[in-house]
Every structure is written in structure tokens, then in C-alpha cells.
């Protein structure tokens, strides 16, 4: 049994049923729940009236504050399935970002939601799950 868990979370359903199964799957663990800021999300960013921003120091604060509020959802889900977590915000790419982090921490096993994506939906998005499946040092568990 896994002594430490990483959960990878963006509160979309997939990752918000990943952190659920943490409390039945890996009673006991210590459960860490990473967000990853995504550089290349910086797009997503803008004005109310649709504007670019250009002020990234702004944009950065935005992407903390959001991932500050997505964790504090984590800790709100973990919290009613009885469990206790500890969260992390990094910013990287977010595939590699986990594997680094479960590496960094010593964690023994990874949980990631996966959206189920296929066909040309999956090989033009690519597959964060699987990447993480596939170069992760540890085991992992993918949750749809």
C-alpha cells in the first residue's frame, strides 16, 4: 500500500473523482494535490471586454489566485470523503510537472482524471494521463 499520493487536480470531473477515490483506494496515505499553471495557458487570460493583456506580473497573479481557489476545493472535496491533503501550485509543462513533483516528494503512487478523449480529439490534444502513465517512475492510476 501506498504510503504517499499525488493527486493531479483542475476540478474538472475526471480529477475530481481521482481525489475521491484517494480516500477509499489509498486509505491512510498522505495525499498530496498538485495544480499545475500551464505557460502555455496564458491565453485564457484577458480583460472583461475581451481585450489582450500584456501585463504578465497581472496574468501570473490571476493564474495563483485561481489555482489558490482550485485547491482550496480540493482540500473542501477531500474534506467531506474524510480526508486530509496537503497542496502544491507548480508551473511547467503539465505532464512533466507531475512526474518532477512526484519525483521531488517522494510519492509513491500518482492519481490523474482523464477526460477519455480518442480518435483525433486525443492525438491533437495530446493525453496528459497517459504521458504521466507512461514516464512516471511510480504507479499510477488514471480515474474517468
Known amino acids: 500500500m501506498p504510503q504517499s499520493v499525488l493527486v493531479a487536480f483542475d476540478n474538472a470531473p475526471p480529477s475530481t473523482r481521482a481525489l475521491e477515490t484517494t480516500r477509499t483506494a489509498f486509505d491512510g496515505a498522505d495525499i498530496t494535490v498538485l495544480h499545475v499553471l500551464d505557460p502555455a495557458d496564458l491565453h485564457r487570460y484577458g480583460t472583461q471586454d475581451g481585450s489582450l493583456v500584456t501585463d ?14 482550485l485547491l482550496d476545493e480540493a482540500e ?6 474524510g480526508a486530509t491533503v496537503t497542496t502544491a501550485v507548480r ?5 512533466k510537472t507531475i512526474i518532477e513533483c512526484a519525483v521531488a ?15 483525433v480529439t486525443r492525438a491533437l490534444l495530446g493525453s496528459i494521463a497517459e504521458t504521466v502513465a ?9 480515474s474517468r
Open 134 to 142: 507512461r514516464r512516471a517512475p511510480v504507479p499510477v492510476t488514471i
Open 91 to 95: 508551473t511547467g509543462d503539465v505532464a
Open 56 to 69: 504578465f506580473a497581472a496574468i501570473q497573479e490571476r493564474r495563483v489566485q485561481t489555482a489558490a481557489a
Open 105 to 119: 516528494e517522494d510519492i509513491d503512487h500518482i492519481l490523474v482524471g482523464s477526460h477519455g478523449r480518442a480518435g
Open 76 to 81: 473542501t472535496v477531500a474534506g467531506s470523503h
